[in-house]
């Protein structure tokens, strides 16, 4: 079975590294023979985390539909960027948001992240190259138990790391890229098979 995998940028920002980091892994994905859905969180705007407007309220319809397309996938890749040394806040609320999802519109059981596998990029400006958002993203990824591949992709000095067509400069990124989504497609089939989808 083909594993569907949806990818997703942790910035909405025109021309966002993250961004072009999720178009590489997105074309990664399809040469090797991956379902791959490529989303934006611009399509999905939530409101600050509040339990307050929670109870009020009720789950916001985004974080619904956003939890049913999680679920729905065999794996997920995430793109973040670094914002002051950790997870941007837009990336953060969204999982948050989703993580309150526990069942869909008709009151079946939902759980878009227990056991859901998923890879990791991240990226800056600089040359740390998002790496301390990206094991933020990791610890929080682990406590809502999600299965996290060890392989990352972790991108410096995003204003010249791209060529012309979008596509990495540096050949240790392009390996780095086919050998995160070589195990995330090998992961996604395995649970694939175990879940009989």
Known sequence: MIPKILVFAGSIRTGAYSGKVADCAQKE??????????????????????????EEK?????ALKLARLFAAYDALLICTPEYNGSIPPLLKNTIDWVSRVTRDANGAPLHPYPGKIVGICSSSSGHFAGIRSANHLRAVLSHIQMEVVAPQVSVPNGDTAFD????????????????LCATLIEYAALLSKRTDR
């Open 29 to 54: 994905l399809a040469v090797q023979g991956a379902d791959v859905t490529r989303i934006s969180l611009a399509d999905y705007p939530l409101p600050i985390m509040d339990e307050d407007l929670e």
């Open 58 to 62: 009720g789950i916001p319809d985004n």
């Open 164 to 179: 012309e067509d979008g596509a990495f400069v540096d050949e240790r990124l392009r390996k780095a890229m086919r050998r």
